[in-house]
T-cell receptor, first 116, second 116 residues
Framework: DTGVSQDPRHKITKRGQNVTFRCDPI?????LYWYRQTLGQGPEFLTY????????KSRLLSDRFSAERPKGSFSTLEIQRTEQGDSAMYLC??????????????FGPGTRLTVT | AQKVTQAQTEISVVEKEDVTLDCVYE???????LFWYKQPPSGELVFLIR??????QNEISGRYSWNFQKSTSSFNFTITASQVVDSAVYFC?????????????FGSGTRLQVQP
């Protein structure tokens, strides 16, 4: 296993279009997190899953954003009616969590979204 | 609420110099985790270290060392004999340890430039 992968790496879209990103976590990891990183800032938490259950959504995640992890493996993050303020790097991370013990989050390379 | 402050926006050193990156955090939790991640120019966040709040022992790994001081809510990172390959943005992060959520709160990062 080579780590967390994300697709696409770059996406340029016009304002108002919908976009979808995919994240494939490390195979044995049951936790999957999405973060957003804007230029010059640290990543900000968006949402996370344990297996297929979405356990939390940040207030940063407006109604235009939806995330799924249908089979507890890969996850998708969709943004509807994109706005220029959505331009950012979208990062996915995975980790192993059991019996209240969790381990480090390992990050993918990110998807850089540019909304024109 | 949790907060991580990395007051040093950018540091420039000459190769072989020692450099310390500062991290100050705020949390109401009595049990928490602290992390350092490295983000090289390629963009992928690389995990460096995790510390538990109840373990204040300093840690050394090769040229890297970490100084955790609960009394001052600081978790500083020192690179000894810096190398050009250390050039990157370094993020300090915090997560709670009680509810199982484990989402990371990041600082804004410190950009380290090591000149040959």
């Amino acid at each position: 296993d080579t780590g967390v992968s994300q697709d696409p790496r770059h996406k340029i879209t016009k304002r108002g279009q919908n976009v979808t990103f995919r994240c494939d976590p490390i195979s044995e990891h049951n936790r999957l997190y999405w973060y957003r990183q804007t230029l010059g800032q640290g990543p900000e938490f968006l949402t996370y899953f344990q297996n297929e259950a979405q356990l939390e959504k940040s207030r940063l995640l407006s109604d235009r954003f939806s995330a799924e992890r249908p089979k507890g493996s890969f996850s998708t993050l969709e943004i509807q009616r994109t706005e220029q303020g959505d331009s950012a790097m979208y990062l996915c991370a995975s980790s192993s969590y059991s019996d209240e013990i969790s381990y480090e989050q390992y990050f993918g390379p990110g998807t850089r979204l540019t909304v024109t | 609420a949790q907060k991580v402050t990395q007051a040093q926006t950018e540091i420039s050193v000459v190769e072989k110099e020692d450099v310390t990156l500062d991290c100050v955090y705020e949390t109401r939790d009595t049990t928490y985790y602290l992390f350092w991640y490295k983000q090289p120019p390629s963009g992928e966040l690389v995990f460096l270290i995790r510390r538990n709040s109840f373990d204040e022992q300093n840690e050394i790994s090769g040229r890297y060392s970490w100084n955790f001081q609960k009394s001052t809510s600081s978790f500083n990172f020192t690179i000894t004999a810096s190398q050009v390959v250390d050039s990157a943005v370094y993020f300090c992060a915090l997560s709670e340890a009680v509810t199982g959520r484990r989402a990371l709160t990041f600082g804004s990062g410190t950009r380290l430039q090591v000149q040959p």
